[in-house]
């Protein structure tokens, strides 16, 4: 049986090929008479239909190769066009990243001129992450002037203070750490004698606590909260933060507040180290 298919398969390549061999003498014969012969025109009549088959199907191949050319130039210029795209995305990244950081420096200048301190900026290079709330160290060193038990600011307030000094970098401790207590005061009241100490808050750690205030503290929400200027670190007049409750204890004797911190410590970036008064 294979051998039937084998022989039925080689007597339709060969008719074929005779079929294509009178075909081509019909057209290369032809070329300069007026008239064919009738067993030319049979012979045209019977296999035009084929013709018509290899027409289209070279046609077919043709359009189909002509499609891959054109796949592959769209995809040429479609990855040109992207790598454009990428690269005005990450211009316009860095052109907002430096216009907000313009913002903060024009904040920052205009604070340092206004402040009454004398005061020197620093960037935020590092904090430890397992102490969001305790440290951050800043570029600035001894050979920029910088020593231990500096205040550290911002133009929205109390940042904290330095703690180790290193020739080009300095650890500063922020004040929602537990172990850096401020003496702290009533804006408004002003209260002679009537100071407080604002700590780290341990309900959350992005607050402060405003404690061992005398129970006849004029105090409510919305005060503002100043540095007193005791202890001689902080100055006085530092802002704070702005109280958001008023507590008193079970005994009432002594009052505390929950204060919000004028500085966003999630977002600290470049800060103001208070490195003297400020020259006439």
Not at 52 to 59: P, R
Not at 138 to 166: F, K, P
Not at 205 to 214: A, E, G, I
Request: aromatic share 8%.
């Amino acid at each position: 049986m294979a051998k039937q298919n084998q022989q039925g398969r080689r007597s339709l390549l060969l008719l074929l090929a005779v079929v294509l061999g009178l075909l081509l003498l019909i057209v290369f014969t032809g070329d300069g008479r007026e008239k064919l012969t009738p067993v030319e025109d049979v012979l045209l009549a019977l296999f035009a239909p084929v013709q018509t088959v290899f027409s289209s199907a070279g046609q077919s191949i043709q359009s189909f190769f002509e499609a891959i050319v054109s796949f592959h130039q769209l995809k040429t210029e479609n990855e040109r066009l992207q790598a454009e795209i990428d690269f005005i995305q990450n211009q316009l990244v860095k052109f907002l990243e430096l216009q907000k950081e313009n913002h903060r420096f024009r904040q920052l200048l205009e604070f340092k001129q206004s402040s009454g301190h004398a005061l020197l900026a620093a960037e935020v290079i590092a904090r430890d992450p397992s102490q969001w709330f305790g440290t951050i160290t800043v570029n600035r060193g001894y050979l920029d002037g910088v020593q231990r038990e500096m205040a550290v600011i911002t133009d929205r307030g109390l940042v904290g203070m330095v703690c180790t000094v290193s020739p080009n970098s300095s650890q500063v401790i922020l004040v929602t750490d537990p172990r850096l207590p401020v003496s702290a005061m009533v804006q408004r009241s002003r209260d002679p004698g009537i100071v407080g100490i604002v700590e780290s808050y341990s309900k959350d750690p992005s607050f402060l606590n405003l404690t061992y205030l005398p129970p006849d503290t004029r105090i409510q929400p919305g005060d503002a909260v100043i540095s007193s200027g005791l202890g001689g670190i902080f100055p006085k007049g530092l802002y704070i933060g702005t109280v958001k409750e008023v507590k008193e204890d079970q005994f009432g004797l002594v009052l505390s507040a929950v204060v919000e911190p004028g500085v966003n410590f999630n977002r600290l970036e470049e800060v103001l180290i208070v490195i003297g008064p400020a020259k006439d």
